[in-house]
């Protein structure tokens, strides 16, 4: 079955598709007759669905964060888009393709997932090379970190987002690594690899982004640091100096207290890591949202409420206007 978006969707269209569940409410009209209220969503959008005929009976067959497969003509109310819902089902997992419902890197990701690996292998360190290795040899691990984005909001939210973003940072630290005297450069690459591997424990991105319990309870950096304590535990006689600094790096990586650092960098490494970190999430940030308006006409985006600001676009980015003359 071809999926059919929710950015597809025309009036006096009869589509048969895939959907993500995002709200159900089972409620009654004002003649007493009761109906399901429906928010379902795939990741172009979202559009309110309604069941109309033996709402009670479909209630029980699926619950929010459900994918279910409806039968339904498109209307409109109000002026905006409705299904109004003939037949539903809930879906196995095997019938869900996750790119239709969540965004996705637009570059390879075993292409960078191998360039990663690649720069890793560079690292003499003999400590840094087996705790890096530890956590490449192990496939859960690889697996989530393939697929991660690298936030819920902001930058790089899309699947391959956390690997797309980790692999940037190291790519602009060997950029302006050697610029600087002093740079312990294994652990500079070791921490910028690992420096987020908390997030696949703190987001959930198996249905669409959000937080786990231990990502709203811990957070990415608590998680961070015991992911790499656990592995280090498991290395004979890794140096308790190196344990320290490599901690500190993932600890202050936000920078200031203010964003959520727990430690404000206080090495060369954590330094460095922490503006090239803070520069790769904002100029994603930037570009996501002028992408998010390229098709208004205004040369400026909407206010970012997180960056407290309009953002100027460059030239390119917003539609083409036909010159008149």
Partial sequence: MEKTFVNQLKKGQTVESIFLVKEKTLTKTKTGNPYLALRLADRTGEVDGRVWENAAD??????????????????????????????LKKCVDAEVLLDDFLPKTPMNIEKMFSELRGIASSVQQPFLRKLLDAFFEDEIFVRKFKLAPAAKAVHHVYIGGLLEHTLAVIQLILLVGDRYRGINRDLLLTGGILHDIGKISELSFDRAFDYTDPGRL????????????????AIPEFPEDLSMLLKHIALSHHGEYAFGS??????LEALLLHQLDDLDAKVNGFLAWIEKEKDSSSRWTSYHKLFERFIFKPEGRGPQVEDEG
């Fill in 58 to 87: 479909f209630s029980p067959l699926f619950e929010p964060d459900d994918f279910i497969k409806v039968r339904a003509e498109v209307d409109e109310f109000q002026s905006t888009t409705q299904l109004r819902i003939l037949k």
């Fill in 218 to 233: 811990l957070g990415h950096i608590t998680l961070t640091v015991e992911m790499i304590d656990e592995k280090i535990r």
């Fill in 262 to 267: 727990p430690k404000r960098p206080k090495t």
